[in-house]
């Protein structure tokens, strides 16, 4: 996997200051993407052992409140490889920061039904995330007063707690999300 962009003091992908991993590769190609070099898989730098230890270091600032991952596509089969298992070790170090990622895919259409690849791998991904913001940008939905997404369309789930229920519980955008 490659990797586009890290940001260690990102404000705009999630609640408090944040470490934002950007990975390469995407098939949506949605119109009016802010991002549209990263759709290409080969763009940017390769994921590394010393990337991954740069982005853990990054997160051991007390002031870091968690990770975002964007893209591109984090849940690109060919990407859920290299994260799933990079998300367990960011969770199993820092089990009071939260994670959000960004996609374009669907939470019940596409990832709960398998459709992205090993279930195994998109599970382990799921169990790792705390907040999805999903569904494609839609150009013609685009509302820039929405906070953290881009289009009207995209939802943003409390991932842990809509597994749990077996309904989608979304996020209030009044509150900061607490962790145990």
């Known amino acids: 996997m490659n990797y586009a962009e890290i940001k260690n003091l990102d404000i705009a992908n999630g609640p408090g ?3 934002s991993l950007f990975v ?3 098939t949506h190609h949605c119109k009016g993407c802010f991002n549209p070099e990263s759709w290409d898989f080969n763009y940017g730098q390769p994921f590394t052992e010393a990337t991954e230890a ?3 270091h990054l997160l051991e600032n007390e002031h870091i409140r968690g990770l975002s991952l964007l893209g591109g596509e984090p849940f690109e089969p060919a990407n859920q ?3 799933a298992p990079f998300l367990q070790r960011v969770k199993a170090k820092f089990p009071h920061k939260d994670v959000w990622c960004y996609s374009g895919y669907n939470f019940e259409q596409d990832m709960l039904t398998g459709n992205l690849g090993p279930w195994e791998i998109t599970e382990q991904m799921l169990n790792c995330i705390d907040v999805l913001v999903d569904g494609e940008f839609v150009i013609d939905l ?3 007063n929405l906070r953290f997404r881009g289009s009207a369309n995209q939802r943003v789930i409390l991932v842990q707690e809509s597994l749990k229920e077996d309904k989608i519980v979304q996020w209030d955008d009044g509150e900061g999300l607490e962790l145990d």
Request: charged share 20%; hydrophobic share 45%.
């Open 17 to 19: 200051l944040r470490v």
């Open 24 to 26: 390469s590769g995407c």
């Open 54 to 56: 740069e982005l853990l």
């Open 81 to 83: 490889a290299v994260l």
């Open 142 to 144: 685009k509302n820039p």
